[in-house]
């Protein structure tokens, strides 16, 4: 794949559940990063990787929120205990550390909690 | 904190026309980088521009240039010839290195440009 793929697309959950949302960065990248994108609003920094290590995760909203890459490519964030201020969209970016900082996007997913 | 500022909520502008979005941003570092980011209603995030901050020439990309004022903390975002495929959400962003290697960006809260026939 040419991009950096997430799936699914889009997820409902009713508040209470467990969700997992997952990223595929471009193959060979190793910095991986999520982002949180609340409607109207400009995404704001969840959690970056550098291959399997989880170098930063002051992003992250509260201990409901858990992010995993245990093999330097593909990468899970998982939210436990879903609420509804959790609706947002979460996007996934790829890039080569030290070339242009340049920061690939998924196309993101998008959850709703009912 | 670093913080970045876009003060224009939504802007129009007519088909072929020139349009200027405005960020301002805050930072104590000497080198960092600021981009403009393209979101269409796709969703999928597009580089339009990157600025690198010790570089004093201001960066273009075909229709798109920046009028980077470092002692400002501005960074102004131009686009010559609107076509309407350049409808879209526009996000000025921020990277904040982690000890030089890599960095997440911060995104001020964007600009919903609408380009009218």
């Known amino acids: 794949g040419a991009g950096v793929s997430q799936s699914p697309r889009y997820k409902v959950a009713k508040r209470g559940q467990d969700v997992a949302l997952r990223c595929d960065p471009i193959s060979g990248h190793v910095s991986l990063f999520w982002y949180q994108q609340a409607l109207g609003q400009g995404p704001e920094f969840l959690t970056y990787?550098?291959?399997?290590?989880?170098?930063?995760k002051s992003g992250l909203p509260s201990d409901r929120f858990f992010a995993e890459r245990p093999e330097g490519s593909v990468s899970t964030l998982k939210i436990q205990r879903t609420q509804q201020e959790d609706s947002a969209v979460y996007l996934c970016?790829?890039?080569?550390?030290?070339?242009?900082?340049?920061?690939?996007f998924g196309p993101g997913t998008r959850l709703t909690v009912t | 904190a670093q913080t970045v500022t876009q003060s224009q909520p939504e802007m129009s502008v007519q088909e072929a026309e020139t349009v200027t979005l405005s960020c301002t941003y805050d930072t104590s570092e000497s080198n960092y980088y600021l981009f403009w980011y393209k979101q269409p209603p796709s969703r999928q995030m597009i580089l339009v521009i990157r600025q690198e901050a010790y570089k004093q020439q201001n960066a273009t990309e075909n229709r798109f240039s920046v009028n980077f004022q470092k002692a400002a903390k501005s960074f102004s975002l131009k686009i010559s010839d609107s076509q309407l495929g350049d409808t879209a959400m526009y996000f000025c962003?921020?990277?904040?290195?982690?000890?030089?290697?890599?960095?997440?960006?911060?995104f001020g809260k964007g600009t919903k440009l609408s380009v009218k026939p």
């Open positions: 962003a921020f990277i904040q290195f982690y000890g030089g290697s890599q960095g997440n960006l911060i």
């Open positions: 990787f550098q291959n399997e290590a989880q170098l930063d």
């Open positions: 970016a790829s890039s080569l550390p030290g070339s242009s900082y340049e920061q690939y």
